[in-house]
């Protein structure tokens, strides 16, 4: 079992950064691939970035890629999202998932520990 929880998020001016953090428990948290997704009122929830426990790979959504960065600290059971350049769209609330052994995924559905959620606002 893994219990995840998001900080950081809050209101910001475009062009600006925020650094979300995702606080696991559990001692095997290295053994997790662990992707943040965002989500909008009515939408699904949206994939941004992932980090793979298999070497630490790195894949990000196109549409954040050059202005996320998606890094883990093993040792303090972490796993950050550096946001920068932030504009309006990037406005949503933004989740921490985990998967055990597993390389990469984008979708939803395959991850099995989802945080409560932390939300990114970006004013024009």
């Known amino acids: 079992q893994v219990q995840l929880v998001e900080s950081g998020g809050g209101l910001v001016q475009a062009g600006g950064s925020l650094r979300l953090s995702c606080a696991a428990s559990g001692r095997t948290f290295s053994s997790y691939t662990t992707s943040w997704f965002r989500q909008v009122p009515g939408k699904e929830r949206f994939f941004v970035a992932a980090?793979?426990?298999?070497?630490?790979?790195?894949y990000y959504s196109n549409s954040v890629k050059s202005r996320f960065t998606i890094s883990r600290d093993n040792a303090k059971n972490t796993v950050y999202l550096q946001m920068n350049s932030l504009n309006p769209e990037d406005t949503a609330v933004y989740y921490c998932?985990?998967?055990?052994?597993?390389?990469?995924?984008?979708?939803?559905?395959?991850?099995?520990?989802w945080g409560q959620g932390t939300q990114v606002t970006v004013s024009s």
């Open positions: 998932a985990a998967v055990r052994n597993s390389s990469y995924s984008s979708r939803a559905s395959d991850y099995d520990y």
């Open positions: 980090i793979s426990c298999i070497g630490g790979s790195t």
